[in-house]
C-alpha cells in the first residue's frame, strides 16, 4: 500500500494543494500501484496538512482494481470515512506495544486501547465493516521506551485475537510497524518466523520507517520469509514525527522497493519508470529533496540498452 499521501504529506511544512495531492495520487495509479492511503480522518487543527481528505476523495475516479484507503483514529474519523464513500472500509483494530508511547500519544494505557477494542468492533459491526484486522505500533523498539521483547509482541497478538473471538470475530491480518525505525533484518526474521510457527494462516504486513538506514534489508527479510504486504512511500516521504530529531527518513521507498522486486525477479505489476515519474513529481511537490535512490541513479533499463 502507497502511504505517502498520508504518512507522508501529513508532516510536510508545505500542505499541498487538494489538486496537487490528486495529481501525485493519479501518478501513483497511473504507475499500476493498486492500493493508496489517501489521507487521514483526523481533527484538521492537529493535522491541518489532511483536513481537505474528503474534498481529494470526492476528486478521484473510481478506478477497477484500485482500493483506495484511509486512516481514522476515533469515532467521529469513522464516520467521515462512512459519509464520504469510495475509500475501502476496512475494521482494524490498533493498538502499540509501547506502554510510554501509548501514553504520549493517546494518552491512555496498553489495558485500556485492549478495553476499548469491543466499543469499537461493535461500531465496525453496526457500520456493516468486517473486523479482521490489527495494527501493531512501535513493534519492534521505541524511542521512549526502548527495546520491544519479541514476547510482548506475541503476547498483544493473542490479547488481540481472544478479544475478536470473544465478539464473533477472527484475526486474519496483522500488521505490524516499525514506527521510530528500530528494526534489523535478524530481529525481522526471528519475529516474523515466531508468528508464522504459531499462526501459520495469519497474513502479516510491515510499516518500516528507514529512520537509521535499514528499511529496505529489513523488508527483503520479511519477503524471504514469504511476506508479501508492505506499506511504502513514494521517494521515501515523509520523516519520523516521533524521532525527535529532524532530518529522519520516511517509510521504506516504493520505487526503491519495486526496483529491488523486479530486479529480484518479483514481478510488482508497476511500471518502474513511470513510478520514478510520480517520486519526481512528489519530490517538485514538496519543494526539497526526498531521500529515495532510483529516482536519482536511474533504472536500469536506461543503461541496458546501450
Ligand atoms: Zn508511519
Redesign the pocket.
Known sequence: ME?GPR?GLQIESRTLTTDEKVRLIDALVAAGVREVEVGSFVNPKAVPAMADTEDVIKRLEPREGVTYRALWLNPKGLERAIAVGRVRLVGRLTCTASETFVKRNTNRSIDRTFAEMPEWITRYKEAGIKVNGMGMMAAFGCNFEGDIPQEKVIGLIERGMSVLADHGCKLEHQDL?D?MGWANPRQIRRLVGAIHERWPDLTLKL?L?DTRGTAMANALAAMELGVCNFDAAIGGL?GCPFAGHKGAAG?VCTEDLVYMCEEMGIDTGIDLDALVGAAKLAEELVGHPLPGKVMKGGTLSRFRHH
Do not use: C, E, L, R
Request: glycine letters at 12%; charged letters at 10%; proline letters at 0%.
Open positions: 502511504v504518512d510497524a514506527t510499516h520507517h515523509g517509510n
